[in-house]
């Protein structure tokens, strides 16, 4: 059994350390073997120019970021998947770094950028990124617990059921799915992303209200949640207000791909029988790297 | 705008003529431009052997329920699409016959099968598969409506995003899905389903219990609906008794695929991102023909 964390935030823009300071007090209340943090949940998300990214953006894993929240895993013996503005060169990614009780262990970037995003950030080039995390156990109970396969995707990669299914092909046990929710959408759909791929997800949001530049006000919808691999809620957050639920999951159940005695998931999939999911369509930009 | 109709019937298992007879009566209460009837809607789902599938199985388009299911449509100048299982020299295929004003016009074969029907039928063997169909009018309004883009897709295919999504990337604006549903899941699936892919969806679910030969038996789950490309519920039938709900649809909203001023969904896509979709997976069967 791993104990999983979705953390609701309601950071204020810009002010970092005060933004982390505050999840990391909210972490510390329950403990857990798995954090999921919103997306860019330290530095706020609604941007207003290009060099405001690029100040905001940190080097991963040597940002100040990172390394507090790789201090914190280490000494709660603990994982985190935190999103944030990384800076890359002179690219700027909407990542999600992935921290294990030993250290860094990679960084997700946002496949599918959403609105303003599409200024500000690069896109990533991959989906299907897992990470295998496990020997938890000194920090809470006391007792080793099992290993969970994490998947990441960010936000609006929820809106691409591609997206999730890379990461279900890839054999994530476990969505962890940092995002900064403005439209209503997202907390139902997961369910089906647990259903369709018979696995857990952990969707981190964030709350509160940001109205910068003189643009329209971005609402957050909080209601983060953890669902099972039946489209279960596990745990679901008010829509206002931060909050932070930790549930136990066996991470065994989203191994076993049978739907009942006929229809194993990933047998009854006719991959050749699909049309155009992979192939380029037209109008899609070629990344350059 | 189109008059699009979901048709949720009560068969009782092998009362073929009657059960059609009754079907047709309900579609007459109600004009419609297209009708969407359930899955095997004339003979029942709970068959007990091969050789009683293959005895109520009929021949496509020439069987006695795809000759009437036609002469319905030209007698209301209307569009059907149903199910019925379809025997194909010595296979059966648990299919949807697609029929315009004008008389025949296709045949999908259902692509995922569930449960026993691993048993009975041969698995189609591509998704995508979709009908333009147009020049409505002389039956309801008198005037001459616009066209539709129907894409088809049977009851268990739902749980395979890729199967809506191939539809969508054909070009569907409205997927037609009949449906037995027995497990609760699928009604507000579908809603992720037109969300993620813009589109219409109606589901034509039947209601009753079926419990033949000794077995366990089955209970659906009425609720049929139609859903637009936001996911909103524009009719849902109750989840018991015979019901009819006829919506008028604009096709074109399913052709505008921008979700905002900087994303469209198709060029949002990554394909080459993703991951597995369409190699062919550990486990796929060889589809012999």
């Known amino acids: 059994m791993i104990r999983v964390g979705v953390v609701q935030t309601s950071p204020r823009f810009g002010r970092v350390a005060a933004n ?49 929240l790789i201090a914190f895993a280490r000494r709660h013996r603990c994982a985190i998947v935190a999103g944030l503005p990384e800076r890359a060169g002179r690219r700027c990614y909407n990542s999600a770094v992935v921290i294990g009780p030993d250290g860094y262990l990679g960084c997700y970037r946002k496949l599918h950028l959403f609105g303003e995003e599409t200024c500000w950030f690069a896109p990533g080039r991959k989906a299907g990124a897992v990470w295998t995390i496990g020997a938890f156990g000194s920090g809470g109970s006391g007792k080793a617990t099992g290993s969970v396969k994490i998947g990441v995707m960010i936000c609006f990669d929820w809106f691409f059921p591609e997206t999730a299914r890379s990461l279900a092909l890839e054999g994530a046990d476990l969505i962890c799915h940092p995002a900064n929710l403005v439209l209503p959408y997202c907390p139902e759909a997961m369910r089906t992303r647990s259903i369709e791929n018979r696995l857990f997800t952990a969707t981190a949001d964030r709350v509160g209200t940001e109205a910068r530049g003189g643009r329209a006000p971005l609402t957050y919808i909080g209601r983060s949640q953890i669902t099972d691999p039946r489209g279960r809620l596990l745990f679901r957050a008010p829509a206002k207000g931060e909050a932070i639920g930790v549930v136990r999951i066996d991470p065994r159940q989203a191994r076993d791909k049978r739907l009942n005695s006929y229809n194993d998931l990933w047998e009854a999939r006719r991959p050749r029988a699909y049309r155009g999911l992979t192939v380029r369509c037209k109008g899609e930009r070629r990344i350059k790297d």
């Open 20 to 68: 982390l300071a505050r999840a990391l007090r909210l972490m510390a209340t329950k403990p857990a073997d798995l954090y999921v943090l919103p997306e860019l949940f330290a530095t706020g998300y609604q941007f207003s120019s290009r060099a405001e990214v690029a100040r905001l953006a940190e080097p991963v894993p040597t940002g100040r970021t990172c390394r507090q």
